[in-house]
Protein backbone atom coordinates (compact mmCIF):
# COMPACT_ATOMS: atom_id res chain seq x y z
CA UNK A 1 0.00 0.00 0.00
CA UNK A 2 1.41 3.42 -0.70
CA UNK A 3 2.24 6.09 1.68
CA UNK A 4 -0.33 8.19 0.37
CA UNK A 5 -2.90 5.51 1.03
CA UNK A 6 -1.89 4.81 4.50
CA UNK A 7 -2.83 8.81 5.31
CA UNK A 8 -5.87 8.47 4.14
CA UNK A 9 -6.16 5.45 6.05
CA UNK A 10 -5.10 6.77 9.20
CA UNK A 11 -7.10 9.97 8.96
CA UNK A 12 -10.33 7.47 8.43
CA UNK A 13 -9.69 5.49 11.27
CA UNK A 14 -9.29 8.81 13.08
CA UNK A 15 -12.65 10.54 11.93
CA UNK A 16 -14.33 7.15 13.40
CA UNK A 17 -12.65 6.81 16.37
CA UNK A 18 -12.80 10.16 17.33
CA UNK A 19 -16.78 10.18 16.82
CA UNK A 20 -17.16 7.28 18.76
CA UNK A 21 -14.89 8.95 21.33
CA UNK A 22 -17.61 11.79 21.34
CA UNK A 23 -20.71 9.68 21.39
CA UNK A 24 -19.82 6.93 24.21
CA UNK A 25 -21.98 6.06 25.85
CA UNK A 26 -24.69 7.25 23.96
CA UNK A 27 -26.82 7.28 27.45
CA UNK A 28 -24.90 9.85 28.44
CA UNK A 29 -23.40 11.78 25.40
CA UNK A 30 -26.60 12.57 22.98
CA UNK A 31 -29.27 15.08 24.23
CA UNK A 32 -32.25 13.69 23.68
CA UNK A 33 -35.38 16.23 22.62
CA UNK A 34 -38.71 16.93 24.33
CA UNK A 35 -40.61 14.27 22.62
CA UNK A 36 -38.13 11.29 23.61
CA UNK A 37 -37.18 12.46 27.17
CA UNK A 38 -40.57 13.65 28.16
CA UNK A 39 -41.46 17.25 29.43
CA UNK A 40 -43.61 19.95 28.36
CA UNK A 41 -44.38 22.17 24.85
CA UNK A 42 -45.38 25.57 24.73
CA UNK A 43 -46.59 28.20 23.12
CA UNK A 44 -47.12 31.61 24.24
CA UNK A 45 -48.35 35.00 23.47
CA UNK A 46 -47.27 38.01 24.84
CA UNK A 47 -50.42 40.86 25.21
CA UNK A 48 -48.45 43.50 23.93
CA UNK A 49 -51.41 45.97 24.22
CA UNK A 50 -51.56 45.76 27.92
CA UNK A 51 -47.23 46.52 27.70
CA UNK A 52 -48.57 49.53 25.19
CA UNK A 53 -51.29 50.67 28.16
CA UNK A 54 -48.34 50.26 30.99
CA UNK A 55 -46.16 52.27 29.35
CA UNK A 56 -48.67 55.59 29.06
CA UNK A 57 -49.65 54.78 32.73
CA UNK A 58 -46.23 55.02 33.94
CA UNK A 59 -45.13 58.26 32.15
CA UNK A 60 -48.70 59.99 32.56
CA UNK A 61 -47.02 59.39 36.96
CA UNK A 62 -44.04 60.80 35.82
CA UNK A 63 -44.98 63.32 33.73
CA UNK A 64 -47.15 64.51 36.81
CA UNK A 65 -44.14 65.06 38.87
CA UNK A 66 -42.34 66.15 36.90
CA UNK A 67 -44.94 68.94 36.11
CA UNK A 68 -45.74 69.65 40.28
CA UNK A 69 -42.12 69.84 40.43
CA UNK A 70 -42.57 72.94 38.18
CA UNK A 71 -45.24 74.34 40.41
CA UNK A 72 -47.91 73.70 37.61
CA UNK A 73 -50.42 71.29 40.09
CA UNK A 74 -52.94 69.02 37.66
CA UNK A 75 -56.86 69.45 38.47
CA UNK A 76 -57.59 66.37 37.29
CA UNK A 77 -55.59 63.15 35.56
CA UNK A 78 -57.17 60.13 33.77
CA UNK A 79 -56.44 57.38 31.74
CA UNK A 80 -58.72 57.63 28.61
CA UNK A 81 -57.51 54.51 26.39
CA UNK A 82 -54.51 51.80 26.46
CA UNK A 83 -52.40 54.81 25.01
CA UNK A 84 -53.50 58.03 25.65
CA UNK A 85 -54.05 60.23 28.95
CA UNK A 86 -55.82 63.64 29.67
CA UNK A 87 -54.95 66.28 32.42
CA UNK A 88 -57.33 69.45 33.49
CA UNK A 89 -55.73 72.60 35.08
CA UNK A 90 -57.49 75.65 36.47
CA UNK A 91 -55.99 77.94 34.14
CA UNK A 92 -54.94 78.25 30.66
CA UNK A 93 -51.62 79.59 31.51
CA UNK A 94 -50.82 76.34 33.75
CA UNK A 95 -52.12 74.11 30.58
CA UNK A 96 -49.43 75.77 28.46
CA UNK A 97 -47.18 75.10 30.33
CA UNK A 98 -47.48 71.68 30.53
CA UNK A 99 -47.99 71.41 27.12
CA UNK A 100 -44.48 73.28 26.69
CA UNK A 101 -42.95 70.74 28.95
CA UNK A 102 -45.08 67.60 27.37
CA UNK A 103 -43.18 68.96 23.66
CA UNK A 104 -39.83 69.23 25.36
CA UNK A 105 -39.65 65.68 27.63
CA UNK A 106 -42.26 63.57 25.81
CA UNK A 107 -41.40 63.12 21.89
CA UNK A 108 -42.93 60.15 21.19
CA UNK A 109 -46.44 61.49 22.54
CA UNK A 110 -49.09 63.57 20.56
CA UNK A 111 -49.70 66.34 22.46
CA UNK A 112 -53.59 68.29 21.45
CA UNK A 113 -54.79 71.25 24.12
CA UNK A 114 -58.29 71.95 24.25
CA UNK A 115 -60.33 74.58 26.38
CA UNK A 116 -63.30 75.07 28.60
CA UNK A 117 -61.36 73.41 30.70
CA UNK A 118 -58.50 73.73 30.30
CA UNK A 119 -57.03 70.21 29.44
CA UNK A 120 -53.71 68.35 27.60
CA UNK A 121 -54.04 64.93 26.35
CA UNK A 122 -51.27 62.63 25.47
CA UNK A 123 -51.49 60.39 22.74
CA UNK A 124 -48.40 57.53 22.52
CA UNK A 125 -47.89 57.60 18.51
CA UNK A 126 -48.27 54.36 15.86
CA UNK A 127 -43.89 54.41 16.31
CA UNK A 128 -43.16 54.66 19.50
CA UNK A 129 -46.32 52.04 20.36
CA UNK A 130 -44.30 49.10 17.79
CA UNK A 131 -41.53 49.75 19.58
CA UNK A 132 -43.35 49.58 23.26
CA UNK A 133 -44.83 46.43 21.90
CA UNK A 134 -41.18 44.71 20.37
CA UNK A 135 -39.77 45.98 23.62
CA UNK A 136 -42.41 43.86 25.76
CA UNK A 137 -42.28 40.63 24.14
CA UNK A 138 -38.12 40.92 24.13
CA UNK A 139 -38.42 41.66 28.11
CA UNK A 140 -41.11 38.85 28.24
CA UNK A 141 -38.17 36.64 26.65
CA UNK A 142 -35.59 37.34 29.20
CA UNK A 143 -37.71 37.20 31.85
CA UNK A 144 -39.17 33.34 31.25
CA UNK A 145 -35.36 32.67 30.50
CA UNK A 146 -34.77 33.70 33.77
CA UNK A 147 -37.53 32.61 35.66
CA UNK A 148 -36.18 28.64 33.82
CA UNK A 149 -32.84 28.90 34.90
CA UNK A 150 -33.27 29.85 38.41
CA UNK A 151 -35.95 27.04 37.84
CA UNK A 152 -33.22 24.66 37.29
CA UNK A 153 -34.53 23.24 33.93
CA UNK A 154 -31.85 21.94 31.80
CA UNK A 155 -31.27 22.56 28.32
CA UNK A 156 -34.41 24.40 27.77
CA UNK A 157 -35.49 25.53 24.73
CA UNK A 158 -36.62 29.32 24.97
CA UNK A 159 -37.19 31.63 21.39
CA UNK A 160 -38.98 34.14 19.85
CA UNK A 161 -41.48 33.00 16.95
CA UNK A 162 -41.04 35.34 13.86
CA UNK A 163 -39.22 38.66 13.48
CA UNK A 164 -41.47 41.33 15.62
CA UNK A 165 -44.02 38.68 16.42
CA UNK A 166 -45.51 38.43 19.25
CA UNK A 167 -44.99 34.11 20.56
CA UNK A 168 -42.47 32.85 22.50
CA UNK A 169 -41.78 28.88 22.44
CA UNK A 170 -41.11 27.46 25.17
CA UNK A 171 -39.49 23.85 25.63
CA UNK A 172 -38.94 22.09 28.93
CA UNK A 173 -37.29 18.69 28.54
CA UNK A 174 -37.51 16.23 32.04
CA UNK A 175 -40.22 18.43 34.64
CA UNK A 176 -41.09 16.73 36.82
CA UNK A 177 -44.41 20.00 37.61
CA UNK A 178 -45.67 20.94 34.69
CA UNK A 179 -48.59 22.71 36.40
CA UNK A 180 -46.03 24.20 38.39
CA UNK A 181 -43.83 25.27 35.61
CA UNK A 182 -46.67 26.60 33.80
CA UNK A 183 -47.81 28.83 36.98
CA UNK A 184 -44.12 30.68 36.84
CA UNK A 185 -44.43 31.17 33.51
CA UNK A 186 -47.67 33.12 33.64
CA UNK A 187 -47.55 35.27 36.42
CA UNK A 188 -46.62 38.55 36.15
CA UNK A 189 -45.28 39.55 39.21
CA UNK A 190 -45.77 43.37 39.20
CA UNK A 191 -45.07 44.13 42.13
CA UNK A 192 -46.08 47.81 43.59
CA UNK A 193 -46.09 49.65 47.26
CA UNK A 194 -49.48 51.67 47.16
CA UNK A 195 -50.96 54.16 49.41
CA UNK A 196 -54.26 53.42 51.00
CA UNK A 197 -57.02 56.71 50.62
CA UNK A 198 -59.33 54.70 51.63
CA UNK A 199 -60.74 51.29 53.02
CA UNK A 200 -61.27 48.32 53.53
CA UNK A 201 -64.49 48.20 52.80
CA UNK A 202 -66.71 44.70 52.52
CA UNK A 203 -67.79 45.88 48.75
CA UNK A 204 -66.91 47.93 45.98
CA UNK A 205 -70.14 50.54 46.07
CA UNK A 206 -69.83 50.99 50.15
CA UNK A 207 -65.78 51.98 49.29
CA UNK A 208 -67.10 54.47 46.73
CA UNK A 209 -70.15 55.66 48.78
CA UNK A 210 -67.39 56.28 52.05
CA UNK A 211 -65.92 58.85 49.12
CA UNK A 212 -68.82 60.59 47.80
CA UNK A 213 -70.13 58.12 44.99
CA UNK A 214 -67.64 59.30 42.83
CA UNK A 215 -63.81 57.67 42.02
CA UNK A 216 -61.04 60.68 43.01
CA UNK A 217 -58.85 61.09 40.32
CA UNK A 218 -55.90 59.55 40.53
CA UNK A 219 -57.18 56.75 42.32
CA UNK A 220 -58.37 53.42 41.50
CA UNK A 221 -60.23 50.34 43.79
CA UNK A 222 -58.35 47.11 44.04
CA UNK A 223 -59.26 43.96 45.64
CA UNK A 224 -57.53 42.01 48.24
CA UNK A 225 -56.52 38.15 48.02
CA UNK A 226 -59.31 35.59 48.77
CA UNK A 227 -58.37 33.47 52.26
CA UNK A 228 -59.25 30.28 53.79
CA UNK A 229 -58.97 30.19 57.40
CA UNK A 230 -59.82 26.61 58.76
CA UNK A 231 -61.73 25.87 55.93
CA UNK A 232 -63.96 28.73 55.81
CA UNK A 233 -63.54 31.22 53.11
CA UNK A 234 -63.17 34.97 53.46
CA UNK A 235 -64.40 37.37 51.33
CA UNK A 236 -61.58 39.67 49.77
CA UNK A 237 -61.90 43.47 50.95
CA UNK A 238 -61.81 46.62 48.65
CA UNK A 239 -59.11 49.15 48.80
CA UNK A 240 -58.95 52.88 47.65
CA UNK A 241 -55.52 53.07 46.74
CA UNK A 242 -53.36 56.02 44.52
CA UNK A 243 -52.78 54.34 40.71
CA UNK A 244 -48.62 55.48 41.04
CA UNK A 245 -47.10 53.59 42.69
CA UNK A 246 -44.51 54.65 45.63
CA UNK A 247 -42.24 51.90 44.90
CA UNK A 248 -41.97 48.99 42.33
CA UNK A 249 -40.65 45.22 41.67
CA UNK A 250 -38.19 46.61 39.31
CA UNK A 251 -36.41 48.40 42.38
CA UNK A 252 -36.41 45.87 44.36
CA UNK A 253 -32.21 44.76 44.72
CA UNK A 254 -32.92 41.44 45.67
CA UNK A 255 -35.88 38.56 46.80
CA UNK A 256 -36.28 35.66 49.30
CA UNK A 257 -37.93 33.48 50.80
CA UNK A 258 -38.92 34.34 54.67
CA UNK A 259 -40.89 34.29 57.57
CA UNK A 260 -43.29 36.35 59.05
CA UNK A 261 -43.87 37.00 62.98
CA UNK A 262 -45.68 34.10 63.24
CA UNK A 263 -43.26 31.70 61.21
CA UNK A 264 -45.40 30.83 58.12
CA UNK A 265 -43.21 31.11 54.84
CA UNK A 266 -43.35 34.78 53.41
CA UNK A 267 -41.34 36.35 50.79
CA UNK A 268 -38.33 38.84 52.38
CA UNK A 269 -37.05 41.79 50.24
CA UNK A 270 -34.81 44.27 49.53
CA UNK A 271 -34.79 47.92 47.97
CA UNK A 272 -31.79 49.22 45.68
CA UNK A 273 -30.08 52.47 47.84
CA UNK A 274 -31.68 55.24 45.63
CA UNK A 275 -35.73 53.34 46.35
CA UNK A 276 -34.76 53.03 50.26
CA UNK A 277 -33.68 56.14 51.11
CA UNK A 278 -37.40 57.13 48.93
CA UNK A 279 -39.10 54.74 50.38
CA UNK A 280 -37.62 55.86 54.44
CA UNK A 281 -38.57 59.69 53.25
CA UNK A 282 -42.10 58.82 52.09
CA UNK A 283 -42.90 55.79 55.04
CA UNK A 284 -41.69 58.88 57.81
CA UNK A 285 -44.25 61.06 55.97
CA UNK A 286 -46.88 59.43 56.47
CA UNK A 287 -46.79 57.34 59.74
CA UNK A 288 -50.46 56.03 60.72
CA UNK A 289 -51.45 55.43 57.39
CA UNK A 290 -52.32 52.17 55.07
CA UNK A 291 -49.49 51.04 52.37
CA UNK A 292 -50.84 48.51 50.21
CA UNK A 293 -48.52 46.02 49.11
CA UNK A 294 -49.79 45.16 45.33
CA UNK A 295 -49.03 41.70 43.72
CA UNK A 296 -50.11 41.23 39.98
CA UNK A 297 -53.35 43.80 40.66
CA UNK A 298 -54.10 41.82 43.50
CA UNK A 299 -53.38 44.06 47.46
CA UNK A 300 -51.75 40.85 49.39
CA UNK A 301 -51.67 43.35 52.52
CA UNK A 302 -52.20 46.43 54.16
CA UNK A 303 -50.65 47.48 56.85
CA UNK A 304 -50.49 50.37 59.08
CA UNK A 305 -46.85 52.37 58.90
CA UNK A 306 -46.21 52.47 62.62
CA UNK A 307 -42.52 53.82 61.59
CA UNK A 308 -39.70 54.78 59.34
CA UNK A 309 -39.06 51.96 56.60
CA UNK A 310 -35.75 51.64 54.76
CA UNK A 311 -34.60 48.96 52.63
CA UNK A 312 -35.93 45.83 53.72
CA UNK A 313 -39.58 44.84 54.28
CA UNK A 314 -41.31 41.31 54.22
CA UNK A 315 -44.45 40.60 52.21
CA UNK A 316 -46.91 38.03 53.93
CA UNK A 317 -49.95 36.68 52.72
CA UNK A 318 -50.95 32.89 54.13
CA UNK A 319 -48.20 31.67 51.02
CA UNK A 320 -47.41 28.03 51.38
CA UNK A 321 -43.89 27.08 50.99
CA UNK A 322 -44.14 26.46 47.47
CA UNK A 323 -45.54 29.83 46.81
CA UNK A 324 -43.48 32.19 48.52
CA UNK A 325 -40.54 30.56 46.53
CA UNK A 326 -41.71 30.87 43.51
CA UNK A 327 -42.59 34.30 44.07
CA UNK A 328 -39.70 35.07 44.95
CA UNK A 329 -38.12 33.72 42.54
CA UNK A 330 -40.53 35.80 40.07
CA UNK A 331 -39.52 38.97 42.06
CA UNK A 332 -36.14 38.22 41.69
CA UNK A 333 -35.87 37.36 37.88
CA UNK A 334 -38.53 40.56 37.13
CA UNK A 335 -42.00 41.15 36.62
CA UNK A 336 -43.42 40.56 33.26
CA UNK A 337 -44.09 43.73 31.38
CA UNK A 338 -47.23 41.91 29.99
CA UNK A 339 -49.76 39.21 30.68
CA UNK A 340 -49.36 35.87 28.67
CA UNK A 341 -51.80 33.52 27.33
CA UNK A 342 -50.95 29.93 26.24
CA UNK A 343 -51.72 29.24 22.47
CA UNK A 344 -50.42 25.72 22.50
CA UNK A 345 -49.79 23.41 25.64
CA UNK A 346 -48.05 19.83 25.55
CA UNK A 347 -47.00 17.97 27.55
CA UNK A 348 -45.28 14.28 27.34
CA UNK A 349 -44.79 11.53 29.96
CA UNK A 350 -41.32 10.30 30.65
CA UNK A 351 -42.38 6.52 30.14
CA UNK A 352 -44.19 7.89 26.18
CA UNK A 353 -40.70 9.05 25.48
CA UNK A 354 -39.03 5.42 26.44
CA UNK A 355 -41.69 3.91 24.52
CA UNK A 356 -40.43 5.88 21.71
CA UNK A 357 -37.33 5.47 22.09
CA UNK A 358 -37.56 1.26 22.47
CA UNK A 359 -39.35 1.77 19.19
CA UNK A 360 -37.09 4.00 17.57
CA UNK A 361 -34.49 1.52 18.22
CA UNK A 362 -36.24 -1.19 16.97
CA UNK A 363 -37.10 0.43 13.30
CA UNK A 364 -33.42 1.34 12.93
CA UNK A 365 -32.18 -2.08 13.69
CA UNK A 366 -34.47 -3.76 11.31
CA UNK A 367 -34.45 -1.52 8.41
CA UNK A 368 -30.10 -1.61 8.97
CA UNK A 369 -30.25 -5.06 9.09
CA UNK A 370 -32.17 -4.95 5.85
CA UNK A 371 -29.64 -3.16 4.22
CA UNK A 372 -27.19 -5.12 5.01
CA UNK A 373 -28.23 -8.57 4.00
CA UNK A 374 -29.42 -6.65 0.87
CA UNK A 375 -26.10 -5.26 0.24
CA UNK A 376 -24.11 -8.36 0.85
CA UNK A 377 -26.43 -10.69 -1.38
CA UNK A 378 -26.85 -8.56 -4.38
CA UNK A 379 -23.44 -6.97 -4.37
CA UNK A 380 -21.26 -9.78 -3.28
CA UNK A 381 -17.88 -8.79 -2.07
CA UNK A 382 -17.92 -5.16 -2.83
CA UNK A 383 -21.41 -5.16 -0.17
CA UNK A 384 -18.77 -5.13 2.62
CA UNK A 385 -17.63 -2.33 1.50
CA UNK A 386 -21.12 -0.16 1.49
CA UNK A 387 -21.56 -1.76 5.04
CA UNK A 388 -18.47 -0.57 6.38
CA UNK A 389 -19.06 2.89 4.87
CA UNK A 390 -22.97 2.60 6.48
CA UNK A 391 -21.63 2.09 9.71
CA UNK A 392 -18.95 5.02 9.95
CA UNK A 393 -21.21 7.25 8.62
CA UNK A 394 -23.46 6.70 11.61
CA UNK A 395 -20.85 6.44 14.27
CA UNK A 396 -19.59 9.81 12.79
CA UNK A 397 -23.46 11.31 13.02
CA UNK A 398 -23.66 10.28 16.43
CA UNK A 399 -20.07 12.27 17.27
CA UNK A 400 -20.95 15.29 15.56
CA UNK A 401 -24.73 15.38 17.16
CA UNK A 402 -23.06 14.86 20.23
CA UNK A 403 -20.61 17.25 19.68
CA UNK A 404 -22.57 19.80 18.83
CA UNK A 405 -24.99 18.92 21.96
CA UNK A 406 -27.72 18.83 19.26
CA UNK A 407 -31.21 17.14 20.74
CA UNK A 408 -32.23 13.98 19.16
CA UNK A 409 -36.09 14.41 18.84
CA UNK A 410 -38.62 11.52 17.16
CA UNK A 411 -38.22 12.85 13.81
CA UNK A 412 -34.63 13.04 14.26
CA UNK A 413 -35.09 8.71 14.65
CA UNK A 414 -36.79 8.74 11.32
CA UNK A 415 -33.75 10.83 10.22
CA UNK A 416 -31.20 7.98 10.93
CA UNK A 417 -33.60 5.58 9.54
CA UNK A 418 -33.45 7.50 6.40
CA UNK A 419 -29.98 7.68 6.28
CA UNK A 420 -29.41 4.20 6.47
CA UNK A 421 -31.06 4.37 3.41
CA UNK A 422 -29.95 7.35 1.79
CA UNK A 423 -26.09 5.95 2.90
CA UNK A 424 -25.94 3.08 0.50
CA UNK A 425 -27.67 4.88 -1.97
CA UNK A 426 -24.72 6.49 -3.28
CA UNK A 427 -23.15 2.94 -3.01
CA UNK A 428 -25.81 1.93 -5.20
CA UNK A 429 -25.05 4.57 -8.15
CA UNK A 430 -21.19 3.59 -7.91
CA UNK A 431 -21.45 0.14 -7.77
CA UNK A 432 -23.91 0.16 -11.62
CA UNK A 433 -21.65 1.95 -13.10
CA UNK A 434 -18.59 -0.23 -12.77
CA UNK A 435 -20.50 -3.24 -13.35
CA UNK A 436 -21.45 -1.65 -16.40
CA UNK A 437 -17.78 -0.34 -17.24
CA UNK A 438 -16.75 -4.29 -16.44
CA UNK A 439 -19.34 -5.63 -18.73
CA UNK A 440 -17.94 -3.21 -21.50
CA UNK A 441 -14.77 -5.50 -20.72
CA UNK A 442 -12.55 -3.02 -18.66
CA UNK A 443 -10.10 -3.82 -16.07
CA UNK A 444 -11.03 -3.63 -12.87
CA UNK A 445 -9.30 -0.49 -11.74
CA UNK A 446 -10.12 1.51 -14.69
CA UNK A 447 -13.83 0.12 -14.24
CA UNK A 448 -13.45 1.53 -10.55
CA UNK A 449 -12.06 4.66 -11.85
CA UNK A 450 -14.63 5.21 -13.94
CA UNK A 451 -17.44 4.10 -12.07
CA UNK A 452 -16.37 6.60 -8.88
CA UNK A 453 -16.11 10.08 -12.00
CA UNK A 454 -19.47 9.01 -13.69
CA UNK A 455 -21.50 8.68 -10.30
CA UNK A 456 -19.94 11.68 -8.71
CA UNK A 457 -22.56 14.17 -10.76
CA UNK A 458 -24.96 12.48 -9.80
CA UNK A 459 -24.68 11.83 -6.00
CA UNK A 460 -23.87 15.43 -5.69
CA UNK A 461 -27.09 16.50 -7.25
CA UNK A 462 -29.37 14.35 -5.41
CA UNK A 463 -27.39 15.12 -2.13
CA UNK A 464 -27.44 18.78 -2.62
CA UNK A 465 -31.18 19.24 -3.48
CA UNK A 466 -31.51 17.81 -0.32
CA UNK A 467 -29.30 19.54 1.41
CA UNK A 468 -31.48 22.68 0.62
CA UNK A 469 -34.36 21.13 1.39
CA UNK A 470 -32.92 20.61 5.10
CA UNK A 471 -31.56 23.57 5.31
CA UNK A 472 -34.93 25.37 4.82
CA UNK A 473 -36.81 22.91 7.25
CA UNK A 474 -34.11 23.84 9.91
CA UNK A 475 -34.25 27.52 9.19
CA UNK A 476 -38.17 28.20 9.49
CA UNK A 477 -39.23 24.73 11.23
CA UNK A 478 -39.69 24.31 15.43
CA UNK A 479 -38.83 21.75 18.27
CA UNK A 480 -38.69 18.26 16.28
CA UNK A 481 -38.29 19.35 12.86
CA UNK A 482 -35.34 21.26 13.30
CA UNK A 483 -34.20 17.76 15.02
CA UNK A 484 -35.24 15.89 11.78
CA UNK A 485 -33.20 18.65 9.54
CA UNK A 486 -30.04 18.73 11.76
CA UNK A 487 -30.11 14.79 12.00
CA UNK A 488 -30.62 14.98 7.57
CA UNK A 489 -27.76 17.71 7.43
CA UNK A 490 -24.95 15.69 9.22
CA UNK A 491 -26.17 12.78 7.65
CA UNK A 492 -25.64 14.12 3.90
CA UNK A 493 -22.29 15.45 4.09
CA UNK A 494 -20.96 12.52 6.10
CA UNK A 495 -22.36 9.97 3.31
CA UNK A 496 -20.82 12.01 0.65
CA UNK A 497 -17.61 11.30 2.86
CA UNK A 498 -18.35 8.10 3.19
CA UNK A 499 -19.04 6.82 -0.12
CA UNK A 500 -16.64 9.30 -1.86
CA UNK A 501 -13.72 8.89 0.18
CA UNK A 502 -14.08 5.59 2.16
CA UNK A 503 -15.56 3.66 -0.08
CA UNK A 504 -12.97 4.64 -2.65
CA UNK A 505 -10.26 3.92 -0.48
CA UNK A 506 -11.45 0.32 0.08
CA UNK A 507 -11.43 -0.53 -3.51
CA UNK A 508 -8.36 1.17 -4.32
CA UNK A 509 -6.43 -1.16 -1.14
CA UNK A 510 -8.24 -4.48 -2.79
CA UNK A 511 -7.12 -3.41 -6.51
CA UNK A 512 -3.83 -3.08 -4.44
CA UNK A 513 -3.54 -6.78 -3.06
CA UNK A 514 -6.21 -8.78 -5.83
CA UNK A 515 -5.79 -6.47 -9.50
CA UNK A 516 -7.90 -8.40 -11.49
CA UNK A 517 -11.03 -9.39 -9.64
CA UNK A 518 -13.82 -7.78 -8.07
CA UNK A 519 -16.51 -9.70 -6.22
CA UNK A 520 -19.71 -7.03 -7.03
Do not use: C
Amino acid sequence: MSRKNLYKLGLIVAIGGFSLFLSYPPSERINLGLDLRGGIHLVLNVVVDEAVAAQVRIDMGRFQDLLEDDGVVPAGTSLDSGTSFSMTFNTDLLRDQAELVALDYYPGYDVNVSSNPPALTMTLNAAEQELSKDAAVRQALQTIRNRIDQFGVAEPVIQRQGIGGTRILVQLPGVEDPERVKNLLRTSAILQFRLVQAGPAETREALLAAVGGVLPAGTEILESMSETVDDVEISPLFYLLDVIPIIEGGELKNARLSQDDFGLPAIGFTLDATSAQKFGEFTSANIGRLLAIVLDDRVQQAPSIESRIDGDGIISGRFTLEEAEDKALMLRSGALPASIEYLEDRSVGPSLGAETIRQGVRAATIGLAMVVVFMLIYYKGAGINAVVALALNLIIVMGVMASLQAALTLPGIAGLILLIGMSVDANVLIFERIREELELGKTVKSSIDAGFSKAFSAILDANVTTLIAAVFLFQFGTGPVKGFAVTITIGIIASMFTALFVSRLMFTMWTSIRRDTLSI
